[in-house]
């Protein structure tokens, strides 16, 4: 270890039973895993094949093991393993990289200005009936709501659909087989690590497989400007106990067939010429007035 360590650093490393590996260079081939973390395209395609995910800051790597999630190994500054020591702990078998500032920059792409990460082995995805009899059992005669997300492509907008849900009682959120990874780096960061407490899965095939959701008694509804909208506030009256509120695209909204599908459509009523919100701004007014 450097002479630059401090004896906290040091203290911190022999406090943890697990394989520390003290990266020198940004060629050394043991941090694969965290190599091109700026190309968003790139990492879901490996990230995906190679069955893992990254969790990016000290406080999503925290909630990430919190909520049961395999960690495939940790990586970060000296400094920062004394704040991780007891999540790091817990899984002794995943080796810990730790590097100077400038070596772990050069490794992923960016500054690491949020404390650590960590390859986080990706969970299987449920199926769809799964999640629905989860959220039965869990809730039993209460009133159901999921969200779906349609073709969305900005990771911060599924990020932030996912806070949202979380924060106001949603109880599932469903995706399109295109929408963007709610595992992807950026969507965790924005959700704060609600990613990891929403039940969720993808819909296949979309968009025949709201069939199921209406097979389960939902009302499956769209926020749509299309023909036959209604406001929002109609569809709250009506009181559905069972509600799953589709949200699409941030450039084209809804696709043609989903549309088809749907039980209803809703609108939320724009003032001063704003003809509609951002997809995540709409999720939280759709959810809070459903509740």
């Known amino acids: 270890m450097s002479g630059g360590v401090s004896g906290l650093e040091r203290d911190a490393v022999a406090s943890v039973p697990n394989p520390i590996v003290v990266l020198d260079s940004a060629d050394d081939p043991r941090a694969t895993d965290y190599r091109s973390l700026t190309d968003a ?15 990016e800051s000290s406080q999503v790597v925290r909630r990430a093991v919190d909520a049961g999630h395999r960690p495939r190994s940790f990586f970060m500054e000296h400094r920062h393993l004394a704040g991780l020591a007891d999540v790091v702990a817990r899984w002794p078998q995943a080796p810990v990289y730790l590097g100077e500032q400038q070596v772990l920059q050069d490794i992923t792409g960016f500054h690491l200005h949020r404390g650590a990460l960590a390859a986080m082995h990706r969970p299987a995805e449920l199926r769809l009936d ?7 059992a869990d809730q039993k005669d209460a009133r159901l709501r999921v969200g779906i997300l349609e073709d969305l492509t900005d990771h911060t907008n599924v990020g932030a659909v996912f806070r949202s849900a979380a924060a106001l009682g949603v109880d599932a959120v469903l995706l399109s087989p295109a929408c963007a990874d709610p595992l992807y780096r950026r969507a965790i960061r924005v959700s704060m690590g609600a990613v990891f407490q929403m039940p969720w899965t993808r819909v296949h095939p979309w968009p025949d497989g709201l069939a199921s959701l209406q097979a389960a008694g939902f009302v499956v509804a769209g926020l749509s400007l299309g023909e036959g909208s209604v406001p929002l506030d109609d ?3 009506q009181d559905h106990s069972r509600l799953a509120l589709v949200l699409g695209n941030e450039g084209d909204g809804l696709r043609e067939e989903t549309e088809r599908r749907l039980d209803a459509r809703v609108t939320i009523p724009m003032m001063r010429g704003v003809d509609s919100l951002n997809v995540a701004a709409a999720s939280a007014v759709a959810f809070y007035s459903t509740r």
């Open 41 to 55: 395209a790139l990492r879901r395609r490996q990230d995906i094949a190679h069955g893992m995910y990254m969790a």
């Open 235 to 237: 569809l709250v009256a």
């Open 130 to 136: 799964e999640v629905l009899d989860g959220i039965d």
